[in-house]
């Protein structure tokens, strides 16, 4: 059985709030990394009291309203499905600071944490704000959307992105892996990968592996599904009809994202 694969849990913790996912170094050999993901009915409120964690909340789906008892935004969220492929807002929290989520109609949302010690102001995280990318050549392109790049300063270990990628292709390739703490060539950053797939019925493949093969797993995931990238090479390989979204969460010892490419493979990149 697999060790990296979750499937979603679909546990309901309060009223109107279903807990999808739930990732903690309690249940997970992670240790900067935490994940939660609640599924919320119209009106229905979710609040967290942080202890030494910062959170960044993404309003996956529909919209909600957001406070931390001090400041408020409301109606933020952009999109009914992550298929319309367009940016979303979110807001950081840091730590020792409490929250409160409420859904605006039907909303899934993310809570992405990691370890923190310095406070730092709430920040709303416009969909404007997240820059976006387009990377890679041939079958190995995809659209990244940037929410908490390590060139933003607004967190203190939390790394946020969203991914698409298209029929046929390829993401996270060639393989390149963040398991060593050695900057400036490369950091130690775990990582974890919420997927969707559209249509629905739709899968990846992952494989997360490391040079000497202590860790190798390859994995069929469906939507929904989360995989979790302690250490290692983490490729993603989409069949042809579908298209994946992921959401990438990463968190180290430092805020910067520094990877090396699996040697046996670098040279596409080189054609």
């Not at 990394?33 to 009106?43: A, E, P, Q, T, Y």
């Not at 990877?259 to 046996?264: A, G, T, V």
């Amino acid at each position: 059985m697999s060790k990296l694969l979750r499937k979603p849990e679909q546990k309901e913790i309060t009223a109107g709030v279903t807990l999808v996912h739930d990732v903690t170094s309690n249940n997970s050999t992670l240790e900067y990394v935490g994940f939660k993901m609640i599924d919320l009915v119209s009106g229905a409120k979710y609040t967290e009291q942080l202890g030494k964690q910062e959170c960044c909340i993404v309003a996956v789906t529909g919209k909600i309203n957001v406070s931390d008892y001090n400041v408020s935004f409301n109606s933020i969220g952009t999109r009914e499905s992550v298929f319309e492929k367009k940016p979303t807002d979110s807001v950081y929290v840091s730590n020792d600071q409490s929250f409160e989520i409420e859904a605006v109609g039907q909303a899934r949302v993310a809570l992405c944490y990691s370890p923190s010690n310095k406070q730092l102001p709430t920040k709303l995280i416009s969909a404007a704000d997240n820059s976006v990318e387009h990377r890679g050549t041939g079958n190995n392109q995809r659209m990244v959307q940037n929410i908490l790049p390590d060139s933003d300063p607004s967190a203190n270990s939390l790394l946020v992105v969203e991914v698409y990628t298209e029929s046929g292709n390829w993401s996270s390739y060639p393989p390149h892996k963040h398991d060593q703490d050695h900057l400036p060539e490369e950091s130690f950053l775990e990582e974890t990968y919420y997927h969707e797939m559209n249509p629905k019925q739709g899968f990846v493949f992952q494989r997360v592996y490391t040079d000497d093969r202590s860790l190798d797993e390859t994995m069929t995931v469906e939507n929904s599904d989360m995989v979790i990238v302690p250490v290692g090479y983490h490729p993603v390989g989409v069949p042809e009809g579908y298209t994946s979204y992921y959401l990438n969460v990463m968190a180290g010892p430092s805020r910067v994202w520094k990877f090396h490419n699996d040697p046996d493979h670098e040279w596409i990149l080189k054609r």
